[in-house]
């Protein structure tokens, strides 16, 4: 039997004041039952990076019954000091091997900034470690932040400050899907090989442009990638359908 790898991509949770408990439930009720290989949870766990929100979002996360969570900060758990607390509750490895791919994890996430930042020596440990797996049919790297602009979502000054210099490594290194999360706007752009995808948030009403909660589900067939969306409760589609059929959510009409 071919070996198929099944990865939950999880983002902005937010657990907060715009936190939805009803959302989070079908998520949990919905990943348990995809019965994942992974999980990523692509960071903003938390509204304010406050202990007893990171407290509550471990409870949260702990229901999900996977033995690979990926999880990662994003700009609001480093608020507040929040970056101490994240380390100490969620420790995390970097790299996530699997039979047919393996998974990079980048932090974005710079203490009481919203702007993200990989970094010199992240983006060369990127590419020396990639290189170290040409034998994986499908190379991954998870991150926060969104590596490029994403339309209905306003100003990009939160953007990766060095964006260039990551996106030059991962093209470097034949990466072939990038998972971002932050801007809360399901998307995918596709730069000859390299996907890059982006997950909504999986429960909090922090909508942009895209008004339902939702998360990403990504296949690995006989070194295939499925790309798809999943709404929180209703329907999945493949991803690039948002783009393929896309309408300005105000377009007059
Ligand atoms: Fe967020
Ligand atoms: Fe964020």
Redesign the pocket.
């Known amino acids: 039997m071919k070996y198929k790898v099944k990865l939950v991509q999880i983002s ?1 949770i ?1 657990i907060g004041s715009l936190f939805r408990q009803d959302m989070f439930d079908l998520v949990v009720e919905e990943t348990n039952e995809i019965d994942p290989d992974a999980i990523i949870i692509s ?2 766990l938390t509204d304010d990076g406050l202990l007893f929100q990171f407290e509550q979002a471990r409870k949260e996360i702990a229901r999900f019954n996977c033995q690979n969570k990926i999880i990662l900060a ?1 700009n ?1 758990d480093y608020r507040h000091t929040g970056y101490l607390i994240f380390k100490k509750l969620f420790p995390s490895r970097l790299v996530y091997e699997f039979d047919d791919a393996v998974i990079l994890t980048l932090g974005t996430a710079r203490p009481d900034r919203d702007e993200g930042e990989v970094g010199y020596r992240q983006n060369q440990w990127l590419e020396k470690n990639m290189n170290r797996y040409t034998q994986k049919k499908v190379k991954i790297v998870a991150m926060h932040h969104h590596l490029i602009g994403i339309p209905d979502t306003g100003t990009d000054k939160i953007i990766i400050l060095d964006a260039g210099d990551t996106l030059r490594a991962c093209l470097q290194s034949k990466v072939n899907l990038i998972l971002c ?2 801007k ?1 706007r399901p998307w995918l752009w596709k730069l000859g090989p390299l996907n890059i995808a982006y997950a909504g ?1 999986a429960s909090s009403s ?1 909508f942009r442009g895209f008004f339902e909660n939702a998360y990403n589900i990504i296949t690995i067939k006989d070194g295939r990638l499925t790309i798809e969306i999943k709404i929180v409760g209703g329907d999945k589609m493949p991803l690039v359908n948002l783009v393929d059929n896309y309408k300005p959510f105000l377009d007059g009409s």
Do not use: F, I, M, S
């Open positions: 902005d937010h960071g903003d994003g609001h999360g932050h809360h948030t922090r």
